[in-house]
């Protein structure tokens, strides 16, 4: 799965870029949304899945979000240990919003960027 991790990283970190701009906006529900993409894009990966739920525990602590921050704790434990077993839902955004276990349709940019990474390069 490591080609996966090398192959979807721009798609994620393009995604983490835009939450960090929109951070400096200070627009709050739109780095949400990038971080979400970020995630739907890279949960395949352990590396890229648990860091984004990482950043996920971080805009939920400066927002002072305590069931985002519970929520992603508890994420970053399922990330960490059950993505490799290839325990994660297709499509699921992250956030304490939605079940862990809820799968949610993927658009076609990120479904096509997942075939993509997902092909030996």
Same mark, same amino acid.
Request: with cysteine.
């Given at each position: ?7 979807i ?8 870029? #835009?939450? #960090? ?10 780095e %949400? ?7 739907? #894009? ?23 979000? %305590?069931?985002?921050? %519970? ?13 490799? #077993? ?32 997902k092909?030996?390069?």
């Amino acid at each position: 799965m490591r080609k996966f991790t090398k192959n979807i990283a721009p798609h994620v970190n393009k995604e983490l870029g #835009l939450a #960090l701009k929109a951070r400096h906006r200070r627009d709050t529900a739109k780095e %949400f949304t990038h971080l979400e993409n970020a995630h739907v #894009l890279g949960q395949e990966s352990t590396y890229q899945h648990t860091k984004v739920h990482c950043l996920m525990l971080m805009w939920g602590i400066r927002q002072g979000d %305590f069931r985002e921050i %519970f929520g992603q704790v508890f994420r970053i434990i399922g990330a960490a240990t059950k993505t490799s #077993l290839g325990l994660v839902p297709s499509g699921n955004t992250g956030g304490s919003n939605i079940s862990p276990f809820a799968t949610r349709p993927i658009s076609s940019s990120h479904a096509q960027a997942i075939i993509n990474a997902k092909k030996t390069r």
